[in-house]
């Protein structure tokens, strides 16, 4: 059975950072897209931010020039360094590996909670 885990989620003031990582149990690096997608409370889950196997991102007009992905292929995760946090980041963010139509994973999520 294939688990994707997050972590690094947590609570902080409006301003600051948080790295959320998101390790796999199987190989991910050669995952057509990697990504992170969140859900506020009462919304649809949404993009975040997503790096393809060549390693080409694609953010949320939300968050770009705040949040940065990136795929660790050592380690076999993908992270996403996320400044300048805003209360409307709050949300469960939910990593997320893709290789083709039928294998596509999620994690489980974690909260992550910017206070004003």
């Known amino acids: 059975q294939v688990h994707l885990v997050e972590s690094g989620g947590g609570l902080v003031q409006a301003g600051g950072s948080l790295r959320l990582s998101c390790a796999a149990s199987?190989?991910?690096?050669?995952?057509?897209?990697k990504g992170w997608y969140r859900q506020a409370p009462g919304k649809q889950r949404e993009l975040v931010a997503t790096?393809?196997?060549?390693?080409?991102?694609n953010y949320a007009d939300s968050v770009k020039g705040r949040f940065t992905i990136s795929g660790d292929n050592t380690n076999n995760t993908v992270d996403l360094e996320m400044n300048r946090l805003q209360p409307e980041d709050t949300g469960v963010y939910y990593c997320?590996?893709?290789?083709?139509?039928?294998?596509?994973?999620w994690g489980q999520g974690t909260q992550v909670t910017v206070s004003s």
């Open positions: 997320n590996a893709r290789f083709n139509l039928l294998q596509t994973y």
């Open positions: 199987i190989n991910i690096n050669n995952a057509a897209f």
């Open positions: 790096i393809t196997r060549g390693g080409s991102t």
